[in-house]
């Protein structure tokens, strides 16, 4: 599951709450209809119910935010500037969020070569849905990416397996469509398990290197430069098939 980050901005003055994100949606509508029938569809209303609404809306010396007429109604001048500095004051706090936040993902990816093939798992999940894949995933809060490996690859394949060395760091920001993502790729040997799908795999199997069959994200070019500096050595096959 995937979550956002949100807030609720409060501009207070002398104790008193005068703007929120209702209050402001409020004047937004106003000001874009410009009438308080249309304000009230584009906020699923009713036209008397917005009317009692915008007229208590005051700012902190307790003037009035609308000037409302039978047919017309508009933003009084402390109301526009009111919904302005609210607004600015928003998108400021939207940029300052978005950039403290917003760094790369740190995920793993593991490389199990047999003599019969290479293990790898066909995507249950978008992107690259029903596309094969190196076993791997995100790095958990607190985990080295050691043993993020160790996990994904039991979670994803069945097998146990322990890593041998690091292979590579890929962390081109397109290489994702979901974002940047960085991962750490590493050779892996299988010590126990069965070969099983599990987690989000929708199956797991051993492909040939040659030909290398298309897989997702740059999997399949991780996978070449890595056979091009090995020579094709292989590790056991994994147990228990």
Wanted: charge should be positive.
């Amino acid at each position: 599951m995937e979550y956002e980050m949100g807030f609720d901005l409060v501009l207070s003055a002398r104790g008193k709450r005068v703007m929120d994100r209702h209050k402001a949606r409020a004047l937004r509508a106003l000001k874009e209809a410009g009438d308080v029938r249309e304000a009230a569809r584009s906020l699923r209303t009713t036209e008397p119910r917005l009317r009692k609404r915008l007229g208590r809306l005051r700012d902190e010396h307790g003037r009035s935010l609308v000037s409302l007429g039978r047919a017309r109604a508009s933003l009084t001048d402390e109301g526009r500037m009111l919904l302005e500095t609210y607004e600015s004051r928003s998108r400021f706090i939207s940029e300052q969020i978005s950039l403290r936040y917003r760094n790369p993902l740190l995920t793993v990816d593991g490389i199990i070569i047999t003599d019969e093939g290479m293990v790898a798992v066909r995507r249950g999940r978008e992107p690259f849905k029903g596309k094969l894949a190196l076993p791997g995933g995100i790095v958990e809060y607190g985990e080295t990416v050691e043993e993020a490996v160790v996990r994904e690859v039991r979670e994803e394949t069945g097998l146990e397996a322990l890593p041998e060395r690091l292979v590579t760091i890929r962390s081109r920001p397109d290489r994702d469509p979901r974002g940047h993502f960085i991962t750490a790729v590493f050779l892996m040997r299988a010590i126990g398990g069965k070969l099983q799908s599990g987690d989000d795999a929708d199956g797991v199997t051993l492909v040939p290197l040659d030909p290398l069959p298309e897989m997702a994200f740059d999997h399949g070019e991780i996978v070449r430069d890595f056979l091009a500096g090995e020579g094709m050595r292989k590790c056991p096959p994994p147990p228990n098939r």
